[in-house]
């Protein structure tokens, strides 16, 4: 088949985490993307989901294994490997001793630290200046290392959405609070941050990948055995969206990457594709809808909502202190969320260490719209 050079390639893998099994398979994803992607003396990035910490069995995490392949192909090119993420909770050497990396990584020689200074860029309006990870902007390659989870805001967290962990620590809550419920808004700031970024590889963990109200432990693990890679991060999220068996542009990053021209139709998959049509998606609802005099109302009533499982809770905090509107209070026997407030970013169910907190449609919803469906 003849194939444009300009078509995005995505390459689709079977894989386990069995170390042996898993080096060959990564190193030759690599060269399928693109053979002279590292020089010798190269700063190479390797941006994993480092979002909390929790063990490799949770898939919350970028497995290390998959970590530590790519990071010895860097080392292989006589490159200069540095593994950072920003988490959106919880102390980095927790997670990094949690997540098994610094067991996996023992004896390579890598640096591994939390992202701390950044740059501001001008990711143009409406957005303007924004301050991103020094080491996303000025090292030579950035190598994207998403985990495949689903999202309970976004629907999922692939290729584009892993960058935004690029936005360095609480200033990602400052962008929470400016894009407000606008998922569209949202997606199209996550896709200009790709673009500002720009990584040569992305290489999507989907081996175990996450389902249900993903992307903290309020998810449920899920067995794909798969790893998808490619240059074009839009390119494999719309062709996982594909083998999910959803409409790409059901997932708000895909449409916006469609929109600015990231990715067309066109695209050459290969390798082993397999549809999943059982992928558990979760309930993600539309945003505040009809006539602004009744945005309130139905924000209040009708939209999704986090709700806490006070038997699972065990107030730690976390969930308060990470919600960028300050919508959570109370202590020890109970959690109370100002619903005005809230903007429906869904941090606290991302960073809840127990999996207590989850999205709700509250009972008005269902109740108006039960009543829509019966006159409709
Ligand atoms: S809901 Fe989760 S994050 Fe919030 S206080 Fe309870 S255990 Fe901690
Ligand atoms: S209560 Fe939760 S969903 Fe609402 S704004 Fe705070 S962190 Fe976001």
Same mark, same amino acid.
């Given at each position: 088949m003849?194939? $444009?050079?300009d078509?995005?390639? *995505?390459f689709?893998q079977? +894989?386990s985490?069995n ?17 002279d992607?590292i020089?010798?003396?190269?700063? *190479?990035?390797v941006k994993?989901?480092?979002l909390?910490? +929790?063990?490799?069995?949770? @898939? ?6 998959v970590?530590? &392949?790519v @990071?010895?192909? *860097? ?14 909770h919880?102390?980095?050497n927790?997670?990094? !001793? ?12 890598v ?12 990711? #143009?309006e409406?957005?303007?200046?924004i301050?991103?990870?020094q ?5 030579? *390659?950035?190598?994207? /290392?998403?985990?495949?989870?689903t999202?309970a805001? &976004?629907?999922?967290? /692939?290729?584009?959405? $892993?960058?935004?962990? =690029?936005?360095v620590?609480l200033?990602k809550?400052?962008?929470?609070? %400016? ?11 996550l896709?200009?941050i ?8 992305? &290489?999507?963990?989907?081996? /175990? @990948?996450? !389902?249900g ?7 449920v693990?899920?067995?794909? #055995?798969?790893?998808?890679a ?11 969206? $594909? ?10 990053t ?7 021209? !990231?990715?067309? %139709?066109?695209l ?5 594709? $397999? ?10 609802g539309?945003?505040?809808? #009809? ?6 109302f ?9 709700? =806490? ?6 107030f730690?905090?976390?969930?308060l202190?990470? =919600?960028p509107?300050?919508a959570?209070?109370g202590?020890?026997?109970n ?12 941090? =606290?169910i ?10 709700? !449609? ?10 829509a469906?019966?006159?409709?």
């Amino acid at each position: 088949m003849l194939i $444009n050079k300009d078509i995005a390639k *995505v390459f689709v893998q079977k +894989a386990s985490y069995n170390y042996d099994a898993l080096r060959p398979i990564v190193f030759n994803m690599i060269d399928s993307v693109k053979p002279d992607i590292i020089k010798a003396q190269d700063r *190479v990035l390797v941006k994993p989901d480092l979002l909390l910490p +929790a063990e490799p069995r949770h @898939a919350v995490l970028t497995h290390p294994h998959v970590v530590r &392949m790519v @990071a010895e192909y *860097v080392l292989d090119k006589g490159a200069c490997p540095i593994i950072a993420d920003s988490p959106v909770h919880g102390d980095f050497n927790k997670i990094f !001793e949690m997540g098994g990396y610094k067991e996996a990584l023992s004896g390579l020689d890598v640096e591994c630290r939390e992202f701390k200074k950044t740059v501001p860029v001008d990711i #143009g309006e409406p957005f303007g200046m924004i301050d991103i990870a020094q080491e996303a902007i000025e090292s030579d *390659v950035v190598i994207n /290392l998403p985990k495949l989870k689903t999202h309970a805001r &976004m629907l999922m967290t /692939l290729g584009i959405k $892993n960058l935004f962990g =690029c936005v360095v620590g609480l200033k990602k809550s400052e962008w929470y609070l %400016k894009v407000g419920m606008d998922r569209a808004l949202f997606a199209k700031l996550l896709v200009r941050i790709y673009q500002e970024v720009r990584p040569a590889l992305t &290489m999507v963990d989907g081996v /175990l @990948a996450m !389902e249900g109200q993903g992307p903290g432990k309020r998810g449920v693990p899920r067995s794909l #055995g798969l790893l998808v890679a490619g240059d074009n991060a839009a390119a494999i999220d719309v062709v996982i969206c $594909n083998m999910l068996g959803i409409d790409p542009e059901e997932l708000s990053t895909n449409k916006e990457a469609i929109r600015s021209g !990231e990715v067309d %139709k066109f695209l050459h998959v290969s390798g082993d594709i $397999n549809i999943t049509t059982d992928f558990d998606f979760p309930e993600t609802g539309n945003g505040v809808y #009809g006539p602004r005099q009744f945005h309130r109302f139905i924000r209040k009533h009708m939209l999704q909502r986090p709700v =806490c499982d006070k038997k699972a809770c065990q107030f730690c905090g976390s969930c308060l202190e990470i =919600c960028p509107v300050k919508a959570i209070s109370g202590g020890r026997d109970n959690l109370f969320f100002d619903y005005d407030k809230c903007v429906r970013c869904y941090c =606290c169910i991302e960073v809840c260490p127990h999996g207590a907190i989850s999205a709700t !449609e509250p009972l008005s919803g269902r109740l108006i719209k039960s009543l829509a469906d019966v006159y409709s």
